[in-house]
C-alpha cells in the first residue's frame, strides 16, 4: 500500500482541497458545512481574545446542526493568529 503524505505547504493543501471532487455525502457533514464559516470567523476575529472568539465559534457549530465539544472548541481561539 502506498504511503500519502501530507502536503507540506498551505498553498498545496489548498489546491488539493479545490481539485477533489465534490462527493455528496461528504458534503453533507457538519464538518464540511462549517468550514467556510470558520475561514470567516478566522479572518474576521484575527488577534481578538479566545473569549471574544468562544461564542462565535459555538454559534457557528450550532448554526450546522452539530453540538460544540465542550473538550475540543476551547483549542480553536489558540489556532487563530
Known sequence: MARRSRPSSALQQELLR???PAYR???E???E???PRLAEI???YAGRSAA???PVL???VRSVGARPVTTELPQ???QIP
Open 33 to 35: 458545512r462549517i468550514r
Open 29 to 31: 457533514q457538519p464538518s
Open 58 to 60: 459555538e454559534e457557528a
Open 52 to 54: 471574544e472568539i468562544l
Open 18 to 20: 479545490l481539485l477533489r
Open 42 to 44: 478566522g479572518s474576521e
Open 76 to 78: 480553536l481561539p489558540e
Open 25 to 27: 455525502r461528504l458534503q
